[in-house]
């Protein structure tokens, strides 16, 4: 499982874009860029939409802050052409497939008793590093504001305190 501060876990697999194209994703091609990795459980259940469509309506933020939006589950790709394709429509970022269940193991993600991922989200600075990790329950689906929130934070380079949000005084050190 990855820290913070520490190299993210590397790897290559195949996703499926929005034109229903399947290339494959290289984490290691995306350095120089902020990286919001989110893992979800399953296609077509029933938090997961909110969450993946919830990304794709703040995309063009986080396209802003010069952050790649990348989902990942264990499905394969077919799985999600076709709930692209027939529920989700366009997103704007890639699905990753992870049928190996090697990048959520990787990442410390794989609830290894059900074969699924859980809710994880990770920010990778543009050196590679792992700057933030959250884990959520698989029945509750987490919030793509606040990960804008904290990505902004980061992205600073400031000190921000609880409940901060862009616009607001950071906190000052002995202040």
């Known amino acids: 499982m990855p820290i913070i501060g520490q190299p993210a876990p590397q790897f290559t697999a195949p996703a499926v874009f929005d034109s229903g194209e399947i290339k494959n994703i290289n984490l290691a091609d995306n350095k120089g860029k902020w990286v919001v990795l989110f893992f979800y459980p399953l296609d077509f259940t029933f938090v997961c939409p909110t969450e993946i469509t919830q990304f794709r309506d703040s995309l063009g933020e986080f396209k802003k802050l010069g952050a790649e939006v990348f989902g ?15 529920d989700l429509g366009n997103l704007g970022y890639p699905l990753i497939s992870d049928i190996t269940k090697r990048v959520s193991r990787d990442f410390g993600v794989l609830l290894e008793d059900r074969g699924i991922a859980t809710r994880g989200t990770f920010i990778i600075d543009p050196e590679g590093l792992v700057q933030y990790m959250g884990i959520h329950n698989l029945d509750v689906g987490r919030d793509a504001g606040e990960i804008l929130r904290v990505l902004t934070g980061l992205q600073s380079g400031e000190l921000c305190g609880a409940g ?3 616009g607001k005084d950071f906190v000052k050190p002995g202040g």
């Open 72 to 86: 990942c589950s264990i499905d394969s790709v077919y799985s999600h052409q076709k709930w692209i394709k027939d």
């Open 164 to 166: 901060w949000k862009p």
